[in-house]
T-cell receptor, first 114, second 110 residues
Framework: GAGVSQTPSNKVTEKGKYVELRCDPI?????LYWYRQSLGQGPEFLIY????????DSGLPNDRFFAVRPEGSVSTLKIQRTERGDSAVYLC????????????FGPGTRLTVT | ELKVEQNPLFLSMQEGKNYTIYCNYS?????LYWYRQDPGKSLESLFV?????AVKQEGRLMASLDTKARLSTLHITAAVHDLSATYFC??????????FGEGTQLTVNP
């Protein structure tokens, strides 16, 4: 079956603009995770969902960042008033209890704020 | 706060040689992952280690876990150029967030 997909693959935006990043998890996976990876660093946790609800959003850096998963499948990460420091690769992963919650990662969205 | 440390961060080795990457973590967890990342690509899962003393092997890579020492190792045997990549360990609990190390950038030279 298909893996985790993310759109767009690349996004360039101007400082102060609003962006939405989309994640389509593996079909049937109940858990969905967002991470952010800066150049030369390991991925940093942002938020994860079990079903429709955010089970842990403690990694969101500030209130400009918000994520939703209204139907328990696709998720959107929303960033308001983007700043140059938001430039990074945003990774999405999904997992399933039937696969012991092993996290499968998507290809990422490279966000560049100019 | 869970912290994960890897060493070395950079590793340059010759083909045919053996080496070990170390991953230390600061608090208990119930699983440890090793991932591979090629430049510009996403993360590929290599191993999931769930219990003390777990050892898994795939090709030239072998991973082990010592939960008492909070230490995992990734051993490379007779390295080949195709193993050049960045390797991450990540620690967490089932269904929950993962905390990643900084990564070890491995370069295997002919």
């Amino acid at each position: 079956g298909a893996g985790v997909s993310q759109t767009p693959s690349n996004k360039v935006t101007e400082k102060g603009k609003y962006v939405e990043l989309r994640c389509d998890p593996i079909s049937g996976h109940t858990a969905l995770y967002w991470y952010r990876q800066s150049l030369g660093q390991g991925p940093e946790f942002l938020i994860y969902f079990q079903g429709t609800g955010a089970a842990d959003d403690s990694g969101l850096p500030n209130d400009r960042f918000f994520a939703v998963r209204p139907e328990g499948s696709v998720s959107t990460l929303k960033i308001q008033r983007t700043e140059r420091g938001d430039s990074a690769v945003y990774l999405c992963a999904s997992s399933s209890p039937g696969q012991d919650y092993e996290q499968y990662f998507g290809p990422g969205t490279r966000l560049t704020v100019t | 706060e869970l912290k994960v440390e890897q060493n070395p961060l950079f590793l340059s080795m010759q083909e045919g040689k053996n080496y070990t990457i170390y991953c230390n973590y600061s608090t208990t967890s119930d699983r440890l992952y090793w991932y591979r990342q090629d430049p510009g690509k996403s993360l590929e899962s290599l191993f999931v280690l769930l219990s003390n003393g777990a050892v898994k092997q795939e090709g030239r890579l072998m991973a082990s876990l010592d939960t008492k020492a909070r230490l995992s190792t990734l051993h490379i045997t007779a390295a080949v150029h195709d193993l050049s990549a960045t390797y991450f360990c990540a620690v967490g609990y089932s269904g929950s967030r993962l905390t990643f190390g900084e990564g070890t950038q491995l370069t295997v030279n002919p």
